[in-house]
């Protein structure tokens, strides 16, 4: 498909570059037996890059084919290396950018905990409100100083005005980011220190690391640095910073509301990168399926991380359950349960041993290190296959 309406820049400027059909429409869900993992609904990913803005959207999102409820958890609490980057992010916003005294808002707030930092720190005197469906927990808290509200926020208004909006990978899964930034501005007009902070997974990382698995159904909005600016500067929002963190892997933005903000567009390069893609997809799926059988035969194989990273991985490599044993996550939420789609069990890190695993996939390096260290204290020997950085070199069988 081409010539399709850029939802960021609205120009007819957007080219399909990757299709799949028949993936899960929720990657999150916990499930807890493989009848209902394999019942989830599921969606169709039409990739499209606008070759105006650099803006890249899954042009057949099905919003009906989503679920965020009580049931849908993607925390990232048990990894010590995402929550050293994390205390980064707040102690960055209460040293350097200064938020003390101020009302914060955050939108999407998952468990909370990040929110919670910024009104406990000491001496920062803060007020926090959360927005989320899948928030589990108490409000209020701190003699009202901090309340949840279990709402999604697409495109609504905020219901109170505040001083500062932090929106944490909220805006890869609204269709329509303009509304939902313009939202996000009108809450902030009678602020005279009003600022935003957005993070977002960075799109041009994913097509230049062929990190295949990172293109999946929840995700329908996917931002290069200067489209997620465009966004911003359409809805007023001028733009600060904008910075690659967590490795390159994410955005992080910062803005502030002014008036008569040029509207900027810069595609960059993304066209190129996301043909380049495709190609190298096609050529990757049928590589990895062939290395795969021949790991299985060497002894069982297992993924690490049960997050959207690696249900796309076994969905797309092993959705018949043939190949890979389990899935392994340290989140204790999810242990126990089953991969939405393709049913792959979930277990803890301690189960590696009685289940014999030979070739362990790792999905994400940042990891890499927290997760070698755990498996020397367990004493599990297995092969750490880095998939990111094997991902066009798949020679799994030494």
């Not at 007819?12 to 209902?36: D, I, K, Y």
């Not at 105006?52 to 965020?68: K, T």
């Not at 939420?333 to 289940?355: D, M, T, W, Y």
């Not at 290190?369 to 991902?391: G, K, P, Q, S």
């Amino acid at each position: 498909m081409s010539g399709l309406t850029c939802p960021v820049c609205g120009c007819a400027a957007g080219h399909t570059f990757l299709r799949r059909e028949r993936v899960p429409g929720t990657q999150n869900l916990l499930s807890r037996s493989q009848e209902a993992a394999r019942a989830v609904a599921f969606g169709t990913l039409d990739m499209t890059a606008c070759e105006e803005c650099g803006f890249v959207w899954n042009a057949s999102f099905d919003a009906s084919r989503v679920r965020y409820d009580q049931d849908y958890e993607n925390s990232q609490t048990s990894s010590p290396a995402f929550e050293e980057y994390v205390q980064g992010l707040i102690d960055d916003l209460i040293d350097e950018q200064e938020i003390r005294n101020h009302r914060i808002v955050e939108v999407g707030c998952g468990n909370g905990s990040f929110l919670r930092s910024l009104v406990t720190a000491a001496g920062v005197r803060n007020t926090g409100t959360g927005y989320d469906p899948c928030y589990r927990g108490n409000s209020p808290e701190l003699d009202g100083r901090l309340e949840f509200r279990l709402e999604f926020l697409s495109g609504k208004p905020l219901h109170e005005p505040c001083d500062v909006v932090v929106s944490r990978h909220v805006i890869e899964h609204i269709p329509q980011p303009v509304e939902f930034l313009s939202a996000i501005r009108g809450s902030l007009s009678n602020s005279s220190e009003a600022r935003v902070f957005i993070e977002t997974p960075n799109v041009e990382w994913i097509l230049r690391s062929r990190t295949y698995w990172d293109f999946f159904h929840e995700h329908c909005s996917i931002f290069t640095d200067a489209s997620l600016t465009t966004a911003c500067e359409r809805v007023g929002l001028a733009v600060t910073d904008v910075r690659h963190v967590f490795g390159g892997q994410y955005l992080w933005l910062e803005a502030t509301p002014a008036e008569g903000v040029e509207v900027t567009r810069n595609p960059g390069d993304i066209s190129e990168l996301a043909a380049a893609f495709a190609v190298a997809e096609r050529d990757w799926l049928e590589r990895w399926r062939r290395e795969l059988e021949l790991a299985a035969v060497e002894g069982p194989v297992a993924v690490w991380g049960a997050g959207a990273k690696g249900v796309t991985l076994v969905n797309l490599l092993d959705p018949e359950t043939r190949l890979v044993q389990c899935v392994v996550d340290m989140n204790p939420l999810k242990q126990g349960g089953f991969i939405p789609g393709s049913g792959h069990s979930i277990v803890a890190p301690e189960e590696l041993c009685n289940r014999g695993v030979h070739h362990l996939l790792l999905m994400n390096p940042n990891y890499r290190e927290e997760i070698e260290d755990l498996l020397t204290r367990l004493e599990v020997a297995v092969n750490v296959i880095n998939v990111t950085e094997r991902a066009d070199d798949p020679v799994l069988i030494s």
